[in-house]
């Protein structure tokens, strides 16, 4: 005995109707008597009456019953595998302990260390506004810090706290990178870029030279710093309008004082060419090779850059 669907059309509409179906033989011939018919299809689903005839049918066989979609529910998932990684780097360089000690005289209410170790992971695997983030931590397995309460308001507390240790923080992880990879200091590459706000912006937003395209839009500039094998010294946030040329004497002063570099190549393109610029390379001791125009000759004088390298460009 089986079941079969038998379709019987009236019109433009088929109908579908469930049979018990057997099959014997006569004359030498296989046949099919209808034992009985449950009626339509789609009513017997309508009505429930197929599952429970299912049902009875695994009951009567000794099988375990399916669930119906009806009993199906989801589980909370948690990610695991990219956040592990991102606290495996984040235990190497030892932030923990780095950014208790910067902040212990501080007071807070929160967990500062677990909020910047947050937004850190963040940027690292989904970036998301500070408004965001807070829904995206509770969807990781990350034992050390996401059961620690997060309000939106407190990312923007230890913010305001990192930019307090700015200074500090990247002179400490700049020796823990030395360290770490047995780095020596040959070159520095410096740049410029830009980053646009919607809105009114942060006090130092202003107009300028958009490299987003985007002069209609206030701004600050971004001046980073980084070695040979793109590991950041330093950086700045500087006003939105400043030229590139007037960024360079600040960053050479923050490697002499702040990281110790006494014999490096100092690379930049030719936005960041001034004479006294080129001078102050020259009495900190480095070289440089620098994008420059033809009509810039002038500058190559050897009494300016006696030990410099020399790019002409058009």
Request: charged share 25%.
């Amino acid at each position: 005995m089986y079941f079969r669907i038998a379709r019987r059309k009236q019109g433009a509409v088929t109908y579908q109707y469930l049979q018990l179906v057997e099959s014997y033989r006569e004359e030498s011939k296989n046949r099919q008597r209808v034992l009985y018919s449950f009626g339509n299809l789609e009513k017997l689903r309508e009505d429930g009456q197929l599952g429970r005839l299912i049902e009875s049918l695994e009951r009567a066989t000794g099988r375990q019953p399916q669930p119906g979609l009806e009993a199906l529910r989801t589980e909370r998932v948690l990610e695991y595998g990219a956040v592990r990684v991102a606290q495996a780097l984040w235990e190497q360089f030892d932030l923990t302990a780095l950014l208790q000690g910067l902040l212990e005289s501080r007071r807070f209410q929160f967990d500062p260390v677990a909020a910047i170790a947050t937004m850190v992971f963040n940027r690292l695997l989904a970036p998301k506004s500070e408004l965001a983030i807070s829904q995206w931590r509770d969807r990781l397995w990350w034992p050390q810090f996401a059961s620690e309460p997060l309000q939106v308001q407190h990312l923007y507390r230890a913010l305001d706290a990192l930019l307090e240790i700015k200074e500090p923080l990247e002179e400490q992880l700049f020796a823990r990178v030395q360290h770490l990879f047995n780095l020596k200091v040959d070159v520095v590459f410096y740049d410029l870029t830009t980053s646009y706000f919607e809105g009114e912006g942060p006090p130092l937003a202003s107009y300028g030279y958009s490299r987003d395209k985007r002069p209609d839009r206030q701004q600050v500039l971004l001046a980073l710093a980084c070695e040979q094998h793109g590991f950041p010294i330093a950086h700045e946030v500087l006003a939105g309008n400043r030229a590139d040329v007037s960024t360079v004497q600040g960053m050479i002063a923050a490697l002499q004082s702040r990281f110790q570099l006494r014999r490096v190549i100092f690379v930049a393109d030719r936005g960041m060419v001034s004479e006294a610029n080129l001078q102050a390379l020259t009495e900190a001791g480095y070289q440089y090779l620098v994008g420059m125009r033809r009509n810039w000759k002038r500058l190559c004088s050897a009494a300016i850059m006696p030990l410099s390298l020399i790019h002409i460009s058009e």
